[in-house]
């Protein structure tokens, strides 16, 4: 995980629409960046739908919410549209963001070591610094988590 205090790497990543999103563009928004391993998973989906379902709560305390995983765009929007998501997922399958935010690890599966995503969500303040990490979160308490921290 980085370091609370320290500036959040921006990045520029696409929707599922193609567009491209950097981070730098939401500065003056909390931002609510959370790392997950796959679209449609039963953790993912629960993590997902979370935030969906207290999305009005976050906006009105003037946070977004971006997911990042490295999922294909036509993925995300299958994801998206499936589950009448309301904010953006975000692909990196160069993994350089995850890598960049201390995401992609090595984890095991079966009792053998593979490389994957490391569930985690970072608040990131209106001045672009992480003041909030969590690594490791449990999916279906995550929105709520977070909607707690935002002050």
């Given at each position: 995980?980085l370091?609370?205090?320290?500036?959040?790497?921006?990045?520029?990543?696409?929707?599922?629409?193609?567009?491209?999103?950097?981070?730098?563009?939401?500065?003056?928004r909390?931002?609510?960046?959370?790392?997950y391993?796959?679209?449609?998973?039963?953790?993912?989906?629960?993590?997902?739908c979370?935030?969906?379902?207290?999305?009005?709560?976050?906006?009105?305390?003037?946070?977004?919410?971006?997911?990042?995983?490295a999922?294909?765009?036509?993925?995300h929007?299958?994801?998206?549209e499936?589950?009448g998501?309301?904010?953006?997922?975000?692909?990196?399958?160069?993994?350089?963001?995850?890598?960049?935010?201390?995401?992609?690890?090595?984890?095991l599966?079966?009792?053998r070591?593979?490389?994957?995503?490391?569930?985690?969500?970072?608040?990131?303040?209106?001045?672009?610094?992480?003041?909030?990490?969590?690594?490791?979160?449990?999916?279906?308490?995550?929105?709520?988590?977070?909607?707690?921290?935002?002050?």
């Open positions: 995980m370091d609370i205090g320290t500036k959040a790497p921006d990045f520029s990543l696409p929707d599922p629409d193609g567009q491209m999103h950097a981070l730098s563009a939401y500065r003056g909390k931002v609510i960046l959370y790392f391993p796959a679209d449609m998973s039963p953790g993912c989906t629960s993590q997902a979370g935030f969906r379902d207290l999305y009005p709560q976050i906006r009105e305390k003037g946070a977004v919410v971006l997911g990042v995983n999922d294909s765009v036509e993925s929007k299958q994801f998206m499936e589950h998501l309301p904010f953006l997922l975000l692909s990196d399958p160069d993994k350089e963001v995850l890598q960049a935010y201390d995401v992609w690890k090595q984890k599966m079966f009792g070591p593979v490389m994957g995503i490391e569930r985690s969500t970072y608040l990131i303040d209106e001045e672009g610094v992480i003041v909030k990490a969590f690594g490791k979160v449990k999916p279906k308490d995550n929105a709520k988590q977070m909607l707690k921290e935002l002050i």
